[in-house]
C-alpha cells in the first residue's frame, strides 16, 4: 500500500536518528504504585490510559528498537489508521523505556523509570544507581502488564489488544508473549482477543537446547550443538532467567508459547544483525534466515498444531525499518483485521517438507531393437507421498517412451551404438521435486544370427482391458526365433506365451489366460506385452481387470 507523503523519511536520516539522536521524550506518562512510591515511564499515546473511551475497539501497544524511537511508532501507526478510517475506534500507545543517560540529558525526575542498555526488552528490572536513585524498580514486563489491565478496565468495548515492536523491541514481544502474565488473567473474565506481532527480529527465545544443524540445508533439522555455552541462557533459551520469567515458569512459558496467536514480519532483506554473540548467531546468520529457522522449529519442537496460531510472512521489498512492515500489504491485515488476503504467509508445510527421495537406478548396457525398462519403483518420500512420476529423454537418438507418466517406463533401443540418457522428475503431495538421471548404453552384446532383419507389424490385442483372456495375434514373416513374454511395470518377467516360437504361416495367435508363470492368477493392473526377434522388438500396453 501507499505511504502518506508526509511519514515518508530518507533511509539515510532515518538510521542517523537512530543512532545518534536521543530519543523524543512525551510529556505524558504512565504512573506505577510500589511499596507506596510512585514511579513513572513516559508513553506516546491518542487517548489517555488512565479515562474512558467508549468507542475503542483496538488497542496497539507498540515497543521501540534500541534507538528509542517510541515517537516514531506512534506516528506510523496513528497514519496507518488514519489511513484506513480506524484511527476513532483504535487506542494506540508507545511507551517508552529510557536509558540513564537519556534521563541525564533530559533532566528527568526522580520518578521516571530507566534501565541498563537492552535488558528492558528482556522484562528485567529498572535501575536504581547512585546518580540516579528511585525509590523501588519494576520489571518492564510488569509494565506491559499494567498497560493491559488499564486497557481493558477502561475500555469496556475493547475487543482486541495488539502487542507489537520492532528490532530489539520484537524481541520483548516475543518474551512476554511466552512468559508474560497479564493475557490469562484477563481472559478469566474477559473475552478479547491477544495478537503479538513481532517484525524484523534479532534473536528468539527457544525452548529447548536444540539449535539448527545447518541453515543451509533444507528443511531445517535441530540438534544439540556444541561451541556455545550460554546458549541456552535467558534471553536466547530458558536457563538463568530473570525474577519475572522465573516466577512464570519454564513449563508455563512454554505452554503459554504454544497457544500464543504470533505473527512474525520479516523483510526480505533484513540480511543484517551478525554479532559476536554466540547466543545470537547460533540461531542463523542474519535476521532473515533467523525467522524461517525459527519458524520451522515451532513445528519441530510443539507439532504442526502450533501453526494454527503462529503465522510467519516476508515482506518483499522491506529493509530493517519498521515503516515498511507497517505499510507493507500486511499492515492492515495484521493491525487492522482488512484485506486479510492481501497478507501471504509462509506455509510451514512447505518450508518443513522433505524433498522426494529419487531413484532412476542403475546405468544399464543394452542390445540394439532391445527392450529395456527404465525402473524409478524404488523412489519414496519421508514425509508423504508420490503424486507424479515423469521420464523424459535427454541425450542420444530419440527413442519412444512407454508409460513415461509411471514409476515404470520402458523403450525399444535404436538399431545401431548410442548413450542414450533419460531424466526421472517426481513430484511429492506438497509440490517439492527432485530428478535422478539414468544412461543406456546401446551397443552389440552378442554375435548376432546371420539373417536378415524381422519385420513384426502391429499385433491386435483384443479384448483390451479384460478380465478372463485376451488373444494376441500378429502378422509377418516370422519363420525363426520369436518370442512372447509378459512383464508387468517393474519389468519383471510375469508368463512367457512363446519361446523360440517358429511358424511358416502368415498368421499368429497366442491367448493368454492371465496366469504367470507359475500358473497362479496374476493381479489386476497395467502389464506389457513383448514380441521380440533378433532384431526386433515390439511392447504392447495391456490391461487386467478382475
Not at 510500589?34 to 508513553?43: A, E, K, S
Not at 520489571?139 to 506491559?144: E, K, Y
Not at 488476503?341 to 518443513?352: E, G, M, Q, T
Not at 507424479?388 to 535427454?394: A, E, F, G, K, R
Amino acid at each position: 500500500m501507499l505511504k502518506p507523503q508526509f511519514i515518508k523519511k530518507g533511509l539515510f536520516l532515518f538510521f542517523i536518528k537512530i543512532c545518534f539522536c536521543q530519543p523524543t521524550i512525551p510529556v505524558h506518562r504512565i504512573s506505577y504504585s510500589v511499596g507506596g512510591h510512585t514511579l513513572t515511564i513516559p508513553y506516546f499515546r491518542n487517548l489517555a490510559i488512565g479515562e474512558t473511551w467508549e468507542n475503542v475497539k483496538v488497542a496497539i501497544i507498540s515497543i521501540h528498537g534500541a534507538g528509542r524511537n517510541a515517537e516514531d511508532h506512534f506516528e506510523l501507526l496513528s497514519a496507518l489508521a488514519a489511513t484506513n478510517e480506524t484511527i476513532d475506534s483504535t487506542m494506540i500507545i508507545a511507551p517508552l523505556y529510557l536509558l540513564e543517560s537519556d534521563v541525564e540529558s533530559a533532566g528527568l525526575d526522580s520518578t521516571v523509570l530507566f534501565w541498563p542498555s537492552n535488558d528492558w526488552n528482556a522484562g528485567d528490572l529498572s535501575r536504581s544507581t547512585g546518580s540516579n536513585p528511585r525509590p523501588a524498580q519494576i520489571s518492564a514486563f510488569s509494565v506491559i502488564d499494567s498497560i493491559f489491565h488499564r486497557i481493558v478496565q477502561h475500555n469496556t468495548n475493547v475487543e482486541k489488544i495488539i502487542f507489537t515492536g520492532h528490532s530489539a523491541g520484537s524481541q520483548m514481544v516475543v518474551r512476554y508473549a511466552a512468559g508474560g502474565r497479564a493475557q490469562d488473567d484477563i481472559l478469566q473474565e474477559q473475552d478479547i482477543e491477544f495478537q503479538y506481532v513481532s517484525t524484523n527480529t534479532p534473536s528468539f527465545l527457544y525452548l529447548d537446547s536444540l539449535r539448527v544443524i545447518d541453515e543451509n540445508s533444507a528443511p531445517f533439522q535441530f540438534a544439540f550443538q556444541y561451541g556455545c555455552g550460554t546458549a541456552n541462557y535467558y534471553k536466547y533459551g530458558l536457563e538463568n532467567m530473570n525474577a519475572y520469567m522465573e516466577e512464570t515458569g519454564a513449563t508455563t512459558i512454554r505452554n503459554n508459547y504454544m497457544n500464543r496467536n504470533v505473527i512474525y514480519l520479516i523483510g526480505e532483506f533484513d540480511t543484517g544483525g551478525q554479532s559476536d554473540n554466540c547466543a545470537r548467531d547460533i540461531q542463523g546468520e542474519d535476521r532473515l534466515i533467523r525467522s524461517f529457522i525459527f519458524f520451522s522449529y515451532l513445528g519441530n519442537y510443539y507439532g504442526d498444531p502450533v501453526y494454527q496460531n503462529h503465522r510467519l510472512a516476508e515482506i518483499p521489498n522491506a529493509y530493517h525499518d519498521f515503516e515498511d512492515m507497517v505499510f507493507s500489504d500486511c499492515g492492515p491485515s495484521v493491525y487492522f483485521g482488512l484485506d486479510s488476503n492481501n497478507c501471504i504467509y509462509v506455509d510451514p508445510a512447505v518450508l518443513n517438507n522433505f524433498s522426494p527421495d529419487v531413484d532412476a537406478g542403475e546405468d544399464q548396457t543394452a542390445n540394439y531393437q532391445e527392450l529395456v525398462f527404465l525402473d524409478g519403483s524404488n523412489s519414496s518420500d519421508p514425509d508423504g507421498s508420490i503424486i507424479s512420476y515423469l521420464w523424459t529423454q535427454t541425450a542420444g537418438l530419440p527413442v519412444a517412451i512407454d508409460s513415461a507418466d509411471h514409476p515404470t517406463a520402458s523403450f525399444v533401443t535404436p538399431g545401431q551404438d548410442n548413450t542414450l540418457r533419460f531424466v526421472l522428475t517426481i513430484e511429492d503431495d506438497i509440490g517439492a521435486t527432485s530428478s535422478d538421471t539414468i544412461t543406456v548404453s546401446v551397443g552389440p552384446l552378442s554375435t548376432q544370427k546371420e539373417m536378415g532383419p524381422q519385420v513384426i507389424k502391429h499385433p491386435l490385442i483384443f479384448p483390451n482391458p479384460f478380465n478372463d483372456n485376451t488373444t494376441i495375434i500378429f502378422d509377418g514373416d516370422i519363420n525363426k526365433y520369436c518370442s512372447v513374454r509378459v512383464y508387468d511395470i517393474k519389468g519383471r518377467e510375469i508368463r512367457v506365451l512363446a519361446q523360440e516360437y517358429s511358424a511358416n504361416n502368415d498368421s499368429h495367435t497366442i491367448i493368454w489366460d492371465a496366469k504367470d508363470n507359475n500358473g497362479l492368477t496374476v493381479t489386476t493392473g497395467l502389464y506389457f506385452v513383448a514380441l521380440e526377434t533378433e532384431d526386433n522388438t515390439l511392447l504392447k500396453r495391456i490391461t487386467y481387470l478382475k
